[in-house]
């Protein structure tokens, strides 16, 4: 039986227990709301189409179903849409301008898996490492880079740099160097600064401490404007 709280006989806005254990709550003829105990789901069924479902002030915040999508919004430019876990650790925060993983600066990995690594991308939180191919980062020649492409074969050890323009332009890889210690800023280098090395580490059957070969550039005399010297050593 049909329950109508204005105490008509025939409105089209009730609540009905349409099977065992199942409550439905419909508003002009509509159904709205399930509350499913057999299951523990409580829903907007899919016949609700583009139903909103509403949390604190509708001015602000708002859930609801369009076609196939389910949109989560905040209506606030300056609000965020939060995730956190259950010790209250802020995994995921979305505004207007951003999406930031680990707002809280914790020690949280992020791993992005792929049909064939389960660490295509990893992100170690604990050490501030970003890895392709790997869980770990591996130390070579007395340093830990911040970011490693490790692999086992052919492709997921390559590293490709590639340029397509109508043009005569190539790919470049460039290395910088300031006497700054502030990132972005210029505080001009010193005659025999190392500005940049190439180096070739190899497992020497203890670590990855040896290299057999080495590019390395270093400034060459005393720099000016627009005029640094410069020289490669092998």
Request: with cysteine.
């Amino acid at each position: 039986s049909k329950i109508r709280l204005d105490g008509s006989t025939s409105g089209n806005t009730y609540i009905l227990e349409s099977a065992t254990d199942i409550l439905d709550f419909y508003a002009g003829g509509d159904l709205m709301l399930r509350l499913d105990e057999t299951n523990n789901i409580v829903s907007i069924p899919q016949d609700a189409a583009n139903a909103t479902f509403i949390m604190g002030d509708t001015a602000t915040w708002e859930q609801y179903v369009s076609g196939n999508d389910v949109i989560l919004r905040n209506k606030v430019s300056t609000g965020h849409i939060r995730i956190l876990t259950d010790n209250s650790v802020e995994n995921i925060r979305m505004i207007d301008t951003e999406v930031t993983i680990n707002e809280g600066s914790v020690d949280m990995d992020f791993r992005v898996e792929s049909n064939g690594e389960t660490h295509m991308l990893f992100v170690d939180g604990g050490n501030n490492n970003v890895i392709i191919g790997n869980n770990a980062a591996v130390q070579t020649i007395g340093q830990t880079a911040a970011f490693q492409v490790l692999g086992t074969g052919n492709g997921d050890s390559h590293l490709n740099i590639g340029r397509f323009s109508n043009n005569n332009s190539a790919p470049m890889l460039s290395f910088t160097k300031s006497r700054s210690g502030t990132i972005g800023t210029s505080t001009v280098i010193q005659d025999g600064d190392a500005c940049g090395t190439i180096g070739w580490a190899v497992a020497d059957g203890t670590d990855f401490e040896s290299y057999i070969a080495a590019i390395g550039t270093h400034v060459d005399g005393t720099p000016g404007g627009n005029d640094v010297p410069g020289r490669i050593e092998f």
